[in-house]
Structure formats: C-alpha cells, structure tokens
C-alpha cells in the first residue's frame, strides 16, 4: 500500500461496504456524497485496482475488495485502539511501567514497591523482563525498561544512576534428606565436597569461586536460567543452591547459613540519569529508594557482619 493511503478513505470505504449504497455511506461518515465517492476513488488508485462495482442501483465490492476488506478493518480497529491508549495514557488511566530484573533478584523484592505504588496510581501495568546486568542496562538506555533491580556491579556507565538499597547474605538451600541438612551451618569445607546447583547468569559465582574456593573449584552438578528449576532438583536431593537469603523458596527446602557468612552481596536500584520520569516511574523510584528494605531476615546480621573489619576486607 502506498504511503499516501489515508484512514478517511478506508472509513469511507469501509461505510459503503456495509450500506452498499452511497447516499447511506455518506450520511454516515458526515460528508458529502461527491466527497465520498472521491475518497474511495482515491483509495482505488493507491491499492491499483476497482473496489466498488456499480451499476445503476446495484453496488457490490468487486474480488479486490473483497480481499482487503478484513486488512482495512482491522487497520481502523488498530488506529482506534492506538488511539484509545493515547488518551487513555495522557489522562493517566494506563500507567506503564517496565522493571528489569537480574537472573539472582526475585520478583518478590519488587511485590511491595509495586503494591504501594498501585495503591495512588490505579492504572499501573507492570513489565517484567529478567537479563544479564550488562543487557539491562542496554535496555535501560534504549529506553526499553524504566528501572532495574541489580546485584553487585562495576564499571556503572556515567549515565547511570545507580542507587544502593540493601546487603544481604547467600545461605545453602538443600532438600531435608541432603546430607547436610541436619547442621545448624554449612561450613566451607561441606560445599567443596558438595554438588554445586547454578543459576545462569548468577552475578554471586565469580565470588563463590574467590572467597570459598580459593584452593579448589565446587562441583557444578547442573545449571539453568530457572530458579524454579533449581529449586525442584535441590528438592529431588540433586545438590545445593547457594542462594540469596530473601529468595522465596519450595516448603520443602531448607536454608542453612553458611559458616561466617562469607558470601554477601549489595542489591542496587538503577535508571538512567537525567531522563524524564513519567508518574509511575517517579513514585516506583522513590517508594524503592524509601522502603526500609532491612525489615525482614535480610539485616539481622547485616550490622554486625559489616562491623567485623576482616570481613569486610575478604569482600571489598
């Protein structure tokens, strides 16, 4: 179809194919019947071919126009709801808002945010894309997602702004029958002689490595982008995840801390400076950046962890 094509000639068209009479067509698209006639005419000569055949009192659409009839139908549907969704947006009745999650952040952290946000923005909808933090943050300046919830990072592009919200510590998760479920702690010892289940993608491993496992590597027994999937081989007695302490898990997990805590990990909030925010991106930012984000297992042990000096030199 030609660039030129108009959406009043497909409505008028579109009115004469339902009337099939073009006194009627013309009434009902408020115009003259010249008018009308005209812009069907015109219409004709972008497609190259006759949609209306008419002989004296008798109208029909020709074969073409029997062809394209449901394509400019569902054209005109697609304007309408494009159009719909612009007024709907400018009067804030629709709120996107796309939140990009690293592989290692449950959408749990977000559940609360998005709740409090829903609560003075009624026509909130929520996008949520999981990737990498370097394809985040793409998506970030591309304008595809508004914020993203991140894990330990460097090297933040300057056009970043990147917001610190909580630590928190990695715990073993492992079925009941494992046989080390019944410690109070896993020591760093148990993990080297125990099968290692990985998230894809998980920002934690490269610390895992360095801190645990300085003089020998763990045994990755299986690996998938699905923490679900982890979670039912951890409950099959498969192996162990090594997993943030505010994951969600199945009821039929344990999570076991790790002797002294070694394994810690800083959840950032991140948008791209200096872009404008639209209301529900504003609210999400500020609510996130307000919340009290150590309420819940996460902190209890954050004060004093972060306090040890030698602790704090093995994370840095």
């Known amino acids: 179809m030609a ?66 009839l449901p394509l400019l139908e569902r054209t005109i549907a697609a304007a309408q709801a494009v159009r719909r969704r612009a007024q709907a947006f400018q009067g804030k009745d629709v709120a996107p808002l796309r939140i990009g999650l690293a592989p290692s952040i449950s959408v749990s952290l977000v ?48 056009r970043i702004d990147d917001w610190p919200l909580f630590q928190e510590r990695y715990v073993a998760v492992l079925a009941p029958t494992h046989e080390l479920a019944g410690r109070t702690a896993i020591s760093i010892g148990d993990l080297r002689h125990a099968t290692i289940l990985q998230r894809s993608g998980c920002d934690v491993l490269p610390k895992v490595r360095d801190l645990c496992f300085s003089d020998g590597t763990p045994s990755l027994g299986y690996c998938s982008e699905k923490e679900t999937h982890l979670q039912h081989m951890a409950a099959a007695g498969f192996g162990v995840i090594l ?17 002294g ?12 400076q200096g872009r404008k925010y639209s209301p529900a991106m504003d609210a999400f930012i500020k609510v ?15 004060a004093e962890y972060f306090s040890r000096p030698q602790l704090v030199s093995a994370v840095a």
């Not at 394809?135 to 991140?150: D, K, M, N, P, R």
């Open 243 to 259: 997993a943030p302490e505010h994951m969600p898990r199945l009821p039929e997990l344990k999570a076991i801390p790790i002797e």
């Open 288 to 302: 996130a950046r307000l919340r009290d984000w150590s309420l819940g297992p996460v902190a209890r042990r954050r």
């Open 3 to 68: 660039d030129t094509m108009e959406l009043h000639q497909v409505r008028y068209f579109l009115a004469l194919a339902s009337t099939l009479n073009f006194t009627r067509a013309a009434e009902q698209c408020n115009v003259t019947q010249p008018a009308l006639t005209k812009g069907v005419q015109k219409l004709e000569q972008e497609l190259g071919g006759q949609l209306i055949y008419r002989e004296r009192q008798l109208t029909q659409l020709t074969d073409l126009g029997k062809e394209v």
């Open 111 to 158: 559940l609360d945010p998005i709740a409090e946000v829903s609560k003075f923005i009624p026509g909130l909808h929520v996008e949520l894309r999981e990737a990498a933090t370097d394809e985040l943050i793409e998506l970030l300046l591309g304008g595809e997602i508004s914020t993203a919830f991140v894990g330990d990072m460097k090297d933040i592009p300057p």
């Open 261 to 272: 805590d070694p394994i810690w990990r800083e959840v950032h909030l991140l948008a791209v």
